[in-house]
């Protein structure tokens, strides 16, 4: 072997040496993984346990819509009064499915940050409602309550007569964990259609949802009116609510069909209770 194949050999064991002799190091830690930032108050898209829906029984609630997304909810009331024949009669037409029912359709659409669109339809003497919402603000460490302003009109015969305007405000507050409770002061036009004569109503809404599981909630709202047009008893109703993700189904029992402001200025039945449902689906 010459000697600049030594010296290759020799370069070549002291630099395997100098390598094997090279201390090792533990691998650094992995940089801690980034926590996801928390939803701000203001983030439209939080999920609120309290308020699963856009609305208690009939009655608003202040939850907002994110921009462009939807929800659309359906609203059954059967027809038979529950408290008109015994149990026995009730059973046998199966709570008022066999007697007909008033069904609304509404959907509502975020059209820009804290604004939605909505609009419904029921089948009772076709009325036709649009109206928009404006969250103001959510409940927050810088607001003790949540604030949400209503304008509407509706009309009846597919928006061809009767308009009834109507403006209002929803104003909702957390107990906790286990309810929300809310308060809606509503001013109606033309409470009393179809007999040439204009009234004006206006009623507070009050309500609560509370939860008694993981899932599920309690619901019960009262509309008493201050003055106005004031036949029957003021509205009321309760219900039983599940969520499923973006579902929210609710049996629910009140002293009318009502579903619009309008509707719900005119108050329920008296000695009256309704069996029905509510369905609703968020798009978001």
Same mark, same amino acid.
Do not use: C
């Given at each position: 072997m010459? =000697?600049?194949?030594?010296s290759t050999?020799?370069?070549?064991?002291?630099?395997f040496?100098?390598?094997?002799?090279?201390p090792?190091?533990?691998?650094p830690?992995?940089?801690?993984?980034?926590?996801?930032?928390?939803?701000s108050?203001? /983030?439209d898209? *939080?999920?609120?346990?309290?308020?699963?829906?856009?609305?208690?029984?009939?009655?608003?609630?202040?939850?907002?819509?994110?921009?462009h997304?939807?929800?659309?909810?359906?609203?059954?009331?059967?027809n038979?009064?529950?408290r008109?024949d015994?149990?026995?009669?009730q059973?046998?037409n199966?709570?008022?499915? /066999?007697?007909?029912?008033t069904?609304?359709? !509404? &959907? =509502? @659409?975020?059209v820009? *940050?804290h604004?939605?669109?909505?609009i419904?339809?029921?089948?009772?003497?076709?009325d036709?409602?649009?109206?928009?919402k404006?969250?103001?603000?959510?409940?927050?460490?810088?607001?003790?309550?949540?604030?949400?302003a209503l304008?509407?009109?509706?009309?009846?015969?597919?928006?061809? !007569?009767?308009?009834?305007?109507?403006?209002g405000?929803?104003?909702?507050?957390?107990?906790?964990?286990v309810?929300?409770?809310?308060?809606?002061?509503?001013?109606?036009?033309?409470t009393?259609?179809?007999?040439?004569?204009?009234? /004006?109503?206006? #009623?507070?809404g009050?309500g609560?949802?509370? *939860?008694?599981?993981?899932?599920? &909630?309690v619901?019960?709202?009262?509309?008493? =009116?201050l003055?106005?047009?004031?036949?029957?008893?003021?509205?009321?109703?309760?219900s039983?609510? *599940?969520?499923?993700?973006?579902?929210?189904?609710?049996?629910?029992f009140?002293?009318?069909?009502a579903?619009? #402001?309008?509707?719900?200025a005119?108050?329920?039945?008296?000695?009256?209770?309704? @069996?029905?449902?509510?369905?609703? =689906?968020?798009f978001?």
């Amino acid at each position: 072997m010459n =000697r600049y194949s030594l010296s290759t050999v020799l370069a070549l064991f002291l630099t395997f040496v100098a390598v094997a002799a090279k201390p090792v190091y533990a691998q650094p830690p992995a940089a801690p993984a980034p926590q996801a930032t928390p939803a701000s108050d203001d /983030d439209d898209e *939080k999920l609120r346990s309290l308020e699963p829906d856009f609305s208690l029984v009939n009655l608003p609630t202040t939850l907002p819509l994110p921009v462009h997304a939807g929800n659309f909810r359906l609203t059954h009331r059967f027809n038979e009064n529950l408290r008109n024949d015994s149990f026995g009669t009730q059973a046998s037409n199966l709570f008022g499915l /066999d007697e007909g029912a008033t069904i609304q359709l !509404e &959907y =509502r @659409f975020g059209v820009i *940050k804290h604004v939605e669109a909505i609009i419904s339809r029921t089948n009772v003497q076709r009325d036709i409602q649009m109206g928009v919402k404006y969250d103001a603000f959510h409940e927050s460490a810088s607001h003790p309550i949540g604030l949400s302003a209503l304008v509407s009109i509706e009309g009846t015969n597919n928006f061809r !007569e009767n308009y009834a305007p109507a403006l209002g405000v929803v104003l909702s507050r957390t107990l906790g964990t286990v309810a929300a409770v809310y308060a809606t002061p509503v001013w109606a036009h033309n409470t009393f259609p179809g007999t040439g004569v204009t009234e /004006d109503t206006t #009623y507070v809404g009050l309500g609560t949802r509370v *939860k008694v599981m993981t899932l599920g &909630y309690v619901v019960f709202e009262a509309s008493p =009116r201050l003055g106005g047009y004031t036949p029957g008893d003021a509205e009321f109703a309760f219900s039983f609510e *599940k969520r499923v993700g973006s579902h929210l189904f609710s049996l629910a029992f009140s002293n009318t069909s009502a579903t619009t #402001y309008g509707q719900i200025a005119r108050g329920g039945n008296p000695h009256s209770l309704y @069996f029905g449902f509510n369905l609703a =689906r968020k798009f978001f």
